[in-house]
């Protein structure tokens, strides 16, 4: 009924993909709070606890799968803006497509490439048949650097960038010119909560009570970095305010060196720190789930050459407020103050017994 009043008081429509998530959920929130917008939120699940949020919210819930094209479609109707975004590492971890990815032979990052790339694919497909609705720039898109192209071929498998990048910008610049035409690319940085993902190698504890970061990251590269569930959001909203055919960075405040990283924690707890630079095999060794490792550390050596942003010349949040949008980011410090720290101050040496590896 919401959804039907807002159409009648002509409301521009954002219909956001993986509303229930981080980057999604930020959009969508910072959408609802312009009047000039309403939010379709998009899940497989309208009951979730997430899902449910969003509609207390006065979002409008609607259910689509990334892998149903039609479905895509469905929810996309009268879309003024769309804003997508993908996930590689659900078909990642998931011990059913693990097994079919055993079944085939292959690895499961290669698995999970092929999913996020045919997913991403059906969201152009369904994108493309309502360009007519969509606004100039209208298409926003989540996205990375592509590795195999930018490094000259040295990086021939850094599958959760290129499963990207082969769709968002190159198929639907290929194959659907006038949505291209309303095209906006956004990378996004490293998540300051990454740390989740692997707590071994962000923060191995001593016993002295020292906190060793254990990157394949040469200590002087700087990469971006993203609040991403307080700042995507505002980002992708300064983004609408652009003209189309742009491609951006979305990062808090300037591009920062792992050393500042853990340096910057540590002067924020108070826990002494360090960092090492590793190599590729001892991530993969060192991590809860090799093939995770291996993944991470790839797109780490990648950082360093040619860049996590592959070398390309992207939009910042500086250039968004040149052009006289207003586009607040936090710093790195300022994420980092906003998290909770307790547990992992409080974790056991990292080679105490009992620790689980990775941890
Ligand atoms: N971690 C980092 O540092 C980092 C940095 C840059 C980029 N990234 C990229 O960020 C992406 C993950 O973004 P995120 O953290 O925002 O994800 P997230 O929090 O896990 O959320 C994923 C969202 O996608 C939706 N979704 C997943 N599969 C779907 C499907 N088949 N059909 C419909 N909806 C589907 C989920 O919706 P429902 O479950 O409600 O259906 C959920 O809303 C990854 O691809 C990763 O490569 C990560």
């Known amino acids: 009924m919401a959804a039907t009043n ?44 997430k899902a449910q949020e969003l509609a207390k919210l ?39 497509c693990r097994a079919d990815a055993a079944a085939k032979g ?19 497909d369904a994108a493309a048949a309502v360009v007519d609705t969509l606004d100039d720039n209208g298409f926003l898109v989540s996205t990375l650097s592509h590795a195999g192209k930018s490094s000259g071929g040295r990086f021939k498998d850094l599958y959760h960038f290129d499963g990207k990048a082969e769709i968002f910008p190159d198929y639907v610049n290929d194959t ?22 692997l707590p071994g190698s962000y923060f191995r504890k001593h016993e002295d009570g020292t906190f060793e970061m254990r990157f394949p990251c040469k200590p002087t590269t700087r990469v ?24 951006y960075m979305a990062s808090s405040g300037d591009y920062r060196t792992f050393p500042e990283w853990i340096g910057a924690w540590g002067k924020l707890t108070g826990m002494p720190t360090r960092y090492t630079e590793v190599e590729v095999e001892d991530l993969q060794n060192e991590a809860h789930d ?22 390309m010349e992207l939009l910042k949040a500086e250039d968004l407020r040149k052009a006289g949008i207003d586009c607040p980011m936090l710093t790195l410090e300022e994420s980092l103050a906003r998290q909770d720290w307790t547990a992992v101050i409080n974790k056991p040496v990292w080679n105490a017994p009992g620790v689980p590896k990775g941890a």
Request: with cysteine; aromatic share 10%; net charge negative.
């Open 176 to 197: 659907y010119p006038a949505l291209a035409a309303k095209m906006s690319c956004i990378h996004t940085g490293y998540f300051t909560i990454s740390h989740h993902i």
């Open 224 to 247: 971006p970095h993203l609040d991403v569930n307080h700042d995507a959001g505002p980002f992708v909203y300064a983004v609408s305010q652009m003209p189309p055919g742009k491609a």
């Open 290 to 311: 090799e093939m995770l490792g291996l993944e991470v550390a790839i797109m780490l050596r990648y950082s360093d050459d040619p860049g996590y942003d592959g070398g």
């Open 6 to 49: 807002d159409a009648a008081a002509g409301k521009k429509l954002i219909v956001v993909l993986g509303a229930t998530g981080n980057q999604g959920g930020s959009v969508a929130r910072r959408f609802a709070q312009d009047p000039r917008y309403r939010v379709r939120a998009v899940t497989r699940d309208p009951t979730s606890a």
């Open 106 to 124: 292959i690895s499961c990052r290669e698995y999970a490439y092929i999913v996020e790339r045919r997913q991403s694919k059906n969201i152009a």
């Open 58 to 96: 006065g979002m409008e819930l609607a259910t689509a799968d990334f892998e149903d094209v039609e479905s895509l479609k469905a929810v996309f109707a009268g879309a003024n803006v769309i804003f997508s975004n993908t996930q590689y590492w659900e078909a990642f971890f998931r011990p059913d």
